[in-house]
Structures are given as structure tokens and as C-alpha cells.
């Protein structure tokens, strides 16, 4: 295994319904449940920091590669969606979708073939390829 170039480290107690801090106290959050699962929603989820991860990830990867390719992408703006989808044996699983916005560029098919680039370096598109559903849209067309 090659040898790591950053780790984060983090610490959660109490589960869903508990408090998760990053070991250098940068993140520092309480977790509850959304209302949509019973709770009072007055904290943060899985989901959402899940959701937050991604779009960040992947807007910098978008960065990147426009850079490679000459096209102006550091200004993308990237809307997450994460959901926690019920299974039949009571289990859950998530659905991920991202709707990127490119406002520099304007060619609809160059917009696409960087998302869809995109989605194929990212770390986290990677972690979750064959895993979980992901919608991917770019300048408002479905990919």
C-alpha cells in the first residue's frame, strides 16, 4: 500500500444521536437524527458531512482538470445530494447525486466530458463506484 499523503482523524461518540470532533478540533459537531428519522434535527448527520465531503472533493477535481485542459472550472458550483434509501430487510443504503454548475463554461458537451472526467478521478466517486447510485448532471444536463 502506498504510504498515505494526508489522514484525517476523527472521533464520534454516541453514534447518530452523539458528538464527532476531528482530532485537531477543526470540525466539531453534535450529531442527531433528521426529523425525517424521529429526531429533533438540531444537529448535523451523517449525510450532510457525507454530502459536504463530496461536492468539496469533486469541485477541486474539476479545478484541476480544467486547469489541464486550458477551461476555467475553479468557479463550479456544486449542489450534493445524499440520501439513506430503506432495503427491504429493514437495512439502508445511499444515493448520491451531484448537479454541477460550470458558469464559465458554455459548451454544453465540454461541460459534460469534464464532469463525467471528473467523476473518474475522484477520490470519493471512486470510494463509491459499484457501490452506490450517483446522479451526475452538468449545466443542468443529466449525464
Do not use: W
Not at 63 to 73: T, V
Amino acid at each position: 500500500m502506498s504510504e498515505a499523503l494526508y489522514t484525517a482523524e476523527a472521533r464520534v461518540t454516541g453514534g447518530r444521536q452523539g458528538h464527532g470532533r476531528t482530532t485537531d478540533g477543526r470540525l466539531d459537531v453534535d450529531l442527531r437524527l433528521p426529523k425525517e428519522l424521529g429526531g429533533d434535527g438540531a444537529g448535523t448527520n451523517p449525510e450532510q458531512l457525507f454530502a459536504v465531503g463530496y461536492a468539496a472533493c469533486f469541485g477541486a477535481v474539476l479545478g484541476m482538470l480544467g486547469k489541464r485542459e486550458k477551461l476555467q472550472a475553479d468557479d463550479a458550483v456544486i449542489d450534493a445530494t445524499v440520501t439513506l434509501i430503506p432495503n427491504e430487510n429493514g437495512t439502508f443504503r445511499l444515493g448520491a447525486a451531484l448537479d454541477v454548475t460550470l458558469p464559465s463554461i458554455d459548451d454544453a458537451q465540454r461541460a459534460a466530458d469534464l464532469v463525467r472526467t471528473a467523476h473518474q478521478v475522484c477520490p470519493y466517486s471512486s470510494a463509491t463506484r459499484g457501490n452506490i447510485d450517483v446522479v451526475l448532471t452538468a449545466n443542468g444536463a443529466r449525464l
